[in-house]
């Protein structure tokens, strides 16, 4: 299954929740459901509702297709860790998403793109793998000859979050060292992932 390429707002409003890695506009305006019935009140979520809307906000914020949301889950459960925990440490782990956390880019999608034309360095080499895994201890710079590029800069100047605490940002050399692994507690949006995981857990 393909990415979702649809209004962005629109999947926003439909979760009930901020998504900043999928897009910096807001549901203030219009805090609603999508739809002719959306400014009516909200219906009660059936059991299943609320599963498959806590892993659609996973799903839509880091830009996963369901296969890979489904090879998380694998991993995620064959760790020593609890398997909710393990599942957020590893989507914030991703490339992309280091890259959109540390304001090189305005969205996730955007640092995907970005990391898909080569615009990236990880510890020195060019990398254009928006899943590769980073760690602690890592560095994350862009290319010199990328260092021009329009969103790149403006993103710097306006980034959507503030930086996490597991990332060191060179703002003038453009480069972001990882200090530590990201934690589960850095996915910056309300998320009971313990919901995600009993969705799955009849689905795999």
Known sequence: MSRYTGPRVRVMRALAVELPGLSRKSTERRP???????????????????????????????????????????????????????????LESRLDNAVFRAGLAPTIPAARQLVNHGHFLLNGRKTDIPSARIKSGDVIQVREKSKEVEIIKSSLAQPSLSLPDWITLDVDDKKATISTDPSADSVPFPIDVQQVIEYYNSRI
């Open 32 to 90: 609603y459901p999508p739809g002719e019935h959306g400014g009516k009140r909200r219906r009660a979520d059936s059991v299943f509702g609320v599963q498959l809307k806590e892993k659609q906000k996973l799903k839509m914020n880091y830009g996963l297709t369901e296969r890979q949301m489904r090879r998380q889950i694998k991993i995620a459960r064959k760790s020593k860790t609890a398997a909710g925990v393990r599942l957020l440490e590893l």
